[in-house]
């Protein structure tokens, strides 16, 4: 089994300043682990995923997520916050190797708000 | 490479309605998978595919059902729609699960309301 946790559902931040999105997970398996960020009206893009080559992974956009297994979290973060960050962004666990379906949990979702 | 399509883009239904949605993938994808978007719940798995002639259920099947009649195509039917259905649909695809940390590829959505 497995399951996500986003800690907030809500994330008010200032252009220029540093972003901090939280995740939890919980798997039965050594897990997949994807940050997926969805605009408005839009279906939803990769930013980053952990395959377990390296703890800190870097995506798009200048995001990047580190995997702690001991506190069992990914969480997401950015340096600097740009207007166009304002965006839901999803935090999502996947089974890999299970020879069947890649199937994802997903968690609620956080939506980033970016102010002047 | 348009990816992943979804068609239509917006839908409005009365209650007791059917209709098909229709997805298609041209990066040659084995996996194809059906989501619900609804407020506050993340994306829910409704039907998924691991090849083509082969569906199988999800999350949330109920009131659903699907087809992979081509490799390329995923068709997600409601064959008598109610308000419960009022919800934001997108489809995904991904090469095998087999080869480990395979992400998965969104389609723009459909939004469908059900009167």
């Known amino acids: 089994a497995q399951s996500v946790t986003q800690l907030d559902s809500h994330v008010s931040v200032s252009e220029g300043t540093p972003v901090l999105l939280r995740c939890n997970y919980s798997s039965s398996y050594s897990p997949s682990l994807f940050w997926y960020v969805q605009h408005p009206n839009k279906g939803l893009q990769l930013l980053l995923k952990y395959t377990s080559a390296a703890t800190l992974v870097k995506g798009i956009n200048g995001f990047e997520a580190e995997f702690k297994k001991s506190e069992t979290s990914f969480h997401l973060t950015k340096p600097s916050a740009h207007m166009s960050d304002a965006a839901e962004y999803f935090c999502?666990?996947?089974?890999?190797?299970?020879?069947?379906?890649?199937?994802?949990?997903f968690g609620t979702g956080t939506r980033l708000q970016v102010t002047l | 490479n348009a990816g992943v399509t979804q068609t239509p883009k917006f839908r409005v239904l009365k209650t007791g309605q059917s209709m098909t949605l229709l997805c298609a993938q041209d990066?040659?994808?084995?996996?194809m998978y059906w989501y619900r978007q609804d407020p506050g719940m993340g994306l829910r798995l409704i039907h998924y595919s691991v090849g083509e002639g082969t569906t199988a259920k999800g999350e949330v099947p109920d009131g659903y059902n699907v087809s992979r009649l081509k490799k390329q195509n995923f068709l997600l039917g409601l064959e008598s729609a109610a308000p419960s259905q009022t919800s934001v649909y997108f489809c995904?695809?991904?090469?095998?699960?087999?080869?480990?940390?395979?992400?998965?590829?969104f389609g723009p959505g459909t939004r469908l309301t059900v009167l």
């Open positions: 990066m040659n994808h084995e996996y």
């Open positions: 995904a695809s991904s090469r095998t699960g087999t080869s480990g940390y395979n992400e998965q590829f």
């Open positions: 999502v666990v996947g089974q890999p190797n299970t020879g069947t379906a890649s199937k994802l949990t």
